[in-house]
């Protein structure tokens, strides 16, 4: 499995009532080449990371509406697009038209991310965005058989990215990390969503020792 065989396989995917930001396109706000745009800008991360030593997979649910179906980028939203990007030495450019749509779950993850130099790759169980029926600006979450096949892909990401160890955004993701054949590391944090960003904060905080980082984001947040 490589960086290109990789991106090909997700772009390859397709399943009812799920928006694959990899191969569809969203007639309300994407631009004409946006799959592509995403498909590219995950590559050439995937890449950088594959010439690194890689601290951590971040793992959260699934993209959701605000977030990844725009971005292609797990737990990053458009206005932190630039920095997720930045971090591995790419450039980006918007697969989307109007103005940058913000995430609350991005916001509070990326809060924490400018106070952590180590390498994290972030990702999703299901790597796509699984949305109700006739409602594709929308969030669901992915049905059993969708878990089973991000699962899979999580196998495919862990093999090819060689993680020290995986923090397990919510239970969601723990669950499907406790799956994994792999002996690495497991971490489990609170997902910040729901009035859980204050625990998400001290978690992490204690994860990459980052002292006064938990009092200073519970102000803000």
């Not at 699962?151 to 495919?156: D, F, H, P």
Request: aromatic share 8%.
């Amino acid at each position: 499995m490589t960086p290109l065989s990789f991106t090909k396989m997700l772009k390859s995917h397709n399943s009812i009532d799920t928006f694959n930001p990899y191969s569809n396109i969203c007639d309300t706000f994407d631009i004409s080449d946006a799959p592509e745009i995403r498909s590219r800008t995950l590559q050439q991360i995937l890449e950088a990371a594959t010439n690194t030593e890689v601290d951590a997979i971040w793992i959260g649910r699934d993209l959701g509406h605000r977030g990844g179906r725009r971005t292609g980028l797990a737990l990053t939203d458009e206005t932190h697009a630039p920095l997720h990007t930045k971090r591995w030495g790419i450039d980006i450019r918007r697969a989307t038209k109007g103005d940058a749509v913000s995430e609350r779950t991005a916001t509070v993850i990326w809060s924490i991310l400018a106070q952590i130099e180590e390498p994290i790759f972030l990702w999703n169980v299901f790597p796509f965005h699984p949305h109700e029926k006739n409602n594709p600006f929308s969030n669901r979450a992915h049905t059993s058989s969708e878990r089973k096949t991000g699962e899979e892909i999580l196998t495919m990401l862990v093999d090819l990215l060689s993680p020290r160890r995986i923090v397990a955004v919510g239970n969601d993701a723990y669950n499907s990390a406790l799956r994994l054949s792999s002996n690495i590391e497991i971490y489990k944090v609170r997902h910040p969503s729901y009035g859980g960003h204050k625990d998400f904060v001290q978690q992490i905080s204690e994860i990459y020792n980052l002292k006064n980082l938990s009092s200073r984001q519970g102000q803000r947040l």
